[in-house]
């Protein structure tokens, strides 16, 4: 991460409490936040990365603070990997610019391994709890991919995630296309015998013959 880019997250860290219009806007964010799912997503990456990633308080403050330094969501992201791991050093840090550092690594990540940009949280999301359904909603779709993927890398229960929609592709043979042309030339009609007597040039005049 830049460190000027660091910076400005850790200055938007630091703003005071929300008021008025931006209080009550928080308010719905929050109520978006499902303590169901969280149990489940609790369980997977449990699951998925073993007893060493430890066990938040129940409720949404402890799940903030359980993924808020990133360790836990690059163990996550690495655990899907087949090969390499996506993170290369996961270093547990006090400080507010590494953990945030290792939310974006996690988050380049999870777009690498194919989460949708309009499924990402952003990492203010989660360091300053300012969207922690959108986080939810990222692990949602990172859970759904890996049980998809279905290249045993997986560890869970299948049933916690829904299996994303696949391009359902068809392909025909050239001696099946040559056929489909057939037809669409046959219900075209054919133009033998067809005779432009009797027409005008495109853009000129039609001759009116009066009989007298």
């Known amino acids: 991460?830049?460190?000027?880019?660091?910076?400005?997250?850790?200055?938007m860290a630091n703003k005071g409490p929300a008021y008025g219009?931006?209080?009550?806007?928080?308010?719905?964010?929050d109520k978006k936040y499902d303590p169901e799912l969280e149990d489940r997503l609790v369980q997977w990456i449990i699951a998925q990365?073993?007893?060493?990633?430890?066990k938040p308080q129940p409720g949404k403050q402890g799940f903030q603070q359980w993924l808020k330094d990133?360790?836990?969501l690059c163990e996550l992201i690495n655990s899907l990997a087949k090969d390499s791991k996506p993170v290369k050093k996961i270093q547990s840090s006090s400080m507010a610019f590494k953990q945030m550092e290792q939310i974006s690594q996690f988050l380049g990540a999870a777009?690498?391994?194919?989460v949708t940009k309009t499924d990402m949280f952003q990492t203010v999301d989660l360091w300053e709890g300012k969207d922690l359904a959108a986080v939810q909603?990222?692990?949602?779709?990172l859970g759904s991919l890996a049980v998809t993927k279905d290249d045993g890398c997986y560890r869970g229960d299948p049933s916690w995630f829904h299996k994303k929609?696949?391009?359902?592709?068809r392909e025909f043979s050239d001696e099946q296309l040559k056929?489909?042309?057939?037809?669409?030339?046959?219900?075209?009609?054919?133009?033998?015998?067809?005779?432009?007597a009797g027409m005008t040039g495109y853009g000129r005049p039609r001759q009116i013959l009066n009989n007298q």
């Open 1 to 11: 991460m830049h460190p000027l880019f660091a910076l400005k997250l850790c200055k």
């Open 21 to 29: 219009l931006s209080r009550e806007v928080q308010s719905k964010i």
């Open 49 to 54: 990365c073993g007893d060493s990633v430890g």
């Open 70 to 72: 990133g360790c836990v």
């Open 111 to 114: 777009e690498r391994y194919g």
């Open 137 to 141: 909603m990222t692990l949602l779709s």
């Open 165 to 169: 929609s696949q391009e359902n592709k």
């Open 179 to 196: 056929e489909g042309q057939s037809v669409i030339g046959l219900q075209m009609g054919t133009n033998k015998g067809a005779s432009q």
